[in-house]
């Protein structure tokens, strides 16, 4: 439901677009990774991967599983939430080892936060935390990098720039990009694992950011 309802509602705020490499797959039983910068990004991301033909679990952060409606949708659905410091963070990567077994996609954002900044404007994506390289050590599932550009052009800065950017996006139409890298198969250890998927979500993200004449990816 969540993709369907993302692949209906992100044209009506922006112009998407989606791209791949030639090599790129997105097999059953496989980790999407993706860059995260605002907080129309992961809807952004499932109405891309829909166009796709892909409907994968999310692993989000555990109180969206408190928002009215939203939170039993999740709940129903199988998303996994996530537990940041606490001891049933654990359970998170249990729940993505099950559904990777039993064949799901699943889409994590390494960064584990929303970036700061204030300002619109594209940028790398931060540091990656370890439990995407602890999930494909364990699992032995090809990590697939996703890089996506615009989102932050709908919502970003405050909570009243954000309410303001979510209202007038159906006017301004922002224009948004998803592009889909080759799968990684690594038997790196897992501090090298982590450095080589942050790379290649955010060759993957300058691809995006490129499709949209941002400064940031054409000045790389």
């Known amino acids: ?10 044209p009506a705020v922006g112009r998407l677009t989606v791209t791949a490499d030639a090599e790129a797959e997105l097999a059953p039983g496989s980790i999407i990774v993706a860059n995260h910068t605002s907080l129309a990004d992961p809807a952004v991301v499932l109405a ?43 359970d998170a990567v249990d729940a993505a080892v099950e559904a990777l077994h039993r064949g799901r996609l699943v889409l994590i954002y390494a960064e584990g936060g929303l970036p700061r900044r204030t300002d619109a404007a594209e940028a790398a994506p931060g540091a990656f935390r370890s439990g995407v390289s602890r999930l494909a050590q364990r699992t032995g599932a090809p990590v697939v990098p996703v890089g996506q550009a615009g989102a932050r052009r709908i919502t970003s800065g405050s909570t009243a720039k954000q309410l303001a950017g979510l209202l007038t996006a159906p006017l301004r139409r922002p224009e948004l990009h998803v592009h889909v890298g080759k799968p990684l198969r690594s038997t ?15 060759t993957a993200w300058r691809t995006a950011a490129a499709h949209l004449g941002e400064p940031a990816a054409l000045a790389a």
């Open 48 to 90: 891309a991967l829909h166009r796709l033909d892909v409907r994968p679990v999310v692993m989000a952060a555990a109180g969206l599983w408190r928002v009215p409606v939203l939170g039993p949708a999740l709940a129903r659905e199988g998303h996994i939430p996530v537990h940041r410091g606490e001891r049933r963070a654990a």
């Open 188 to 202: 790196a250890d897992v501090p090298a694992r982590t450095e080589r998927t942050r790379t290649a979500v955010t």
């Open 1 to 10: 439901m969540l993709s369907r309802l993302a692949d209906f509602l992100v």
